[in-house]
């Protein structure tokens, strides 16, 4: 069974920039969707960047398009989430998570079955 574990979280000011790390044991069979999801206090979890294995069909929200990328490491077998000019509504626990078919529409949390355990990231003004 695929195990996710999240790195790469901190504090940072508004204008900084974090990379996101997601290592994964096991095999990841393709294609799967690989997703970075947050959650910030009080707010239900939502689905920020999108990538199906192998594949370059990429998927951001709104709020994150033009500061945001995903990318993936298949011989690292680890998924990443470059984030750039970060603001304080980026502040959440970001999430790694993976789904057994390709992305499709927007995320939702029930098309994954595989997730990481979080790692917090802090945007201060």
């Known amino acids: 069974q695929v195990q996710l574990v999240e790195s790469g979280g901190g504090s940072v000011q508004t204008g900084g920039s974090l990379r996101l790390s997601c290592v994964a044991s096991?095999?990841?069979?393709?294609?799967?969707?690989l997703a970075w999801f947050r959650q910030s206090k009080g707010n239900e979890r939502e689905g920020v960047a999108t990538?199906?294995?192998?594949?370059?069909?990429?998927y951001y929200a709104d709020s994150v398009k033009g500061r945001f990328t995903i990318s993936q490491d298949k011989n690292k077998n680890t998924l990443y989430l470059q984030m750039t000019s970060l603001k304080p509504e980026d502040t959440a626990m970001y999430y790694c998570?993976?789904?057994?078919?390709?992305?499709?529409?927007?995320?939702?949390?029930?098309?994954?079955?595989?997730w990481g355990q979080g790692t917090q990231v802090t945007v201060s003004s």
């Open positions: 096991g095999v990841i069979y393709a294609p799967s969707c």
């Open positions: 998570a993976v789904s057994g078919a390709s992305c499709w529409s927007r995320p939702r949390v029930g098309y994954f079955s595989t």
């Open positions: 990538v199906t294995t192998g594949r370059d069909d990429y």
